[in-house]
């Protein structure tokens, strides 16, 4: 008797700890799915900014060609929200590991898309502070920074788009 007791109380236990372990990798799943709808989203809507920044340094750069001499920066307003959230709830550590890759490839340019911006917007609204020449009146030296922007923008949309890629690839896997 006291056999069948232990055994059934052996047997409880076991199943209360399967049960809280599917109980915790549903949470994860969830988790996971969420941090990655949220990713997504912000990709999408970031991918849109970048088209938009784009399109309008392309045809900037063609004005300064051609002969123009008035410059605004408009960048991409770009969100980045998502990936320090999903590092704080610690789902990163739920998703596959190429979509965590990838992320955080966009997450780095989007920080340097960032850093360039708010050169540039430094250097076109208030000079050079090193005592140059401000660049609303040099408009020529200002076409590197806006080259290098477009050329992040393209990348950024390249890099939105191997996302959505590989998380449509990874979706049914979650």
Request: aromatic share 8%.
């Amino acid at each position: 008797m006291a056999v069948g007791q232990v055994a059934l109380i052996v047997l409880s236990v076991l199943l209360a700890l399967a049960a809280n372990e599917w109980r915790q990798r549903a949470d994860d799943e969830a988790l996971a799915a969420q941090a990655l709808a949220s990713l997504g989203a912000e990709f999408e809507n970031n991918r849109a900014q970048a088209e938009r920044a784009l399109s309008y340094r392309e045809q900037l750069l063609a004005r300064l060609d051609s002969g123009g001499t008035s410059i605004q920066l408009r960048p991409a307003f770009i969100s980045d929200n998502a990936w320090p959230s999903a590092q704080a709830a610690g789902a990163l550590r739920h998703l596959p590991y190429e979509i965590v890759a990838q992320a955080g490839r966009i997450h780095e340019m989007q920080s340097v898309y960032r850093d360039i911006t708010v050169a540039g917007g430094n250097l076109l609204y208030f000079g050079n502070v090193f005592g140059g020449e401000a660049l609303p009146s040099n408009h020529r030296g200002f076409i590197p920074m806006l080259q290098d922007m477009l050329f992040f923008e393209r990348d950024l949309i390249r890099q939105y788009d191997a996302a959505f890629v590989l998380m449509d690839s990874l979706e049914s896997t979650l």
